[in-house]
């Protein structure tokens, strides 16, 4: 089954954070379209551009699904 987009995790690798960064990433280009904390989370931008630092990612960039989980809601 093809679904223009999706909900990910990426997960941080920290054992001292276990916060997720949820991207929305656009299969058919492969392009990051929008990034968030975990679902139910109403994240501070900050905390979203601190996430997008750590992963060296934003938005229109065109990512390698290597490491995913898929979210609730996909």
């Keep these: 089954m093809i679904y223009s987009e ?9 054992k001292m954070n276990r916060e997720h960064l949820a991207v929305r990433i656009g299969l058919s280009t492969g392009a990051i379209q929008d990034l968030e904390t975990c679902p139910g989370h109403n994240p501070h931008i900050s905390l979203i551009l601190k996430y997008m630092k750590y992963f060296k990612v934003k938005l229109g960039d065109l990512v390698k699904i290597e490491d995913i989980e898929l979210g609730d809601g996909v």
Excluded: I, Q, V, Y
Aim: proline content about 0%; hydrophobic content about 35%; glycine content about 12%.
């Design 6 to 14: 999706k909900f990910l995790s990426l997960r941080t690798g920290s």
